[in-house]
């Protein structure tokens, strides 16, 4: 069994930080890529961050580079996504999945995910 735990969402004001976790537990806990995900309504899901299984490797949306840095804690079994100089258009549901392949793939091909945590920026 796979779990996947986010957190740390909220209403932050735009040129604000924000730090979101994702705890996995199970099969889910070492040795696999995780990425962080958005999705808004009616829009499809976007990759934003993702991070191989030893933390040697990181990819980013063009939309985030320079602004997110994804890190992960292999001794916790939890992945962070640092956001910093967030913008209204960051405002989007916050996903962590799990793939067992490097370099990240697309959404569809990530096999466990998490509930979401809401992230919201106000100008």
């Known amino acids: 069994q796979v779990e996947l735990a986010e957190s740390g969402g909220g209403l932050v004001q735009a040129g604000g930080s924000l730090r979101l976790a994702c705890v996995a537990s199970?099969?889910?806990?070492?040795?696999?890529?995780i990425g962080w995900f958005r999705q808004t309504p009616g829009k499809e899901r976007e990759f934003v961050a993702a991070i191989d299984s030893t933390g040697g490797s990181t990819r980013y949306a063009d939309s985030v580079k320079g602004r997110f840095t994804i890190s992960r804690d292999n001794a916790k079994n939890t992945v962070y996504l640092q956001m910093n100089s967030l913008k209204p258009e960051d405002t989007a549901v916050y996903y962590c999945?799990?793939?067992?392949?490097?370099?990240?793939?697309?959404?569809?091909?990530?096999?466990?995910w998490g509930q979401g945590t809401q992230v919201t920026v106000s100008a």
């Open positions: 999945a799990v793939d067992s392949s490097w370099p990240p793939r697309l959404w569809t091909a990530y096999g466990y």
């Open positions: 199970g099969r889910a806990s070492i040795g696999t890529t």
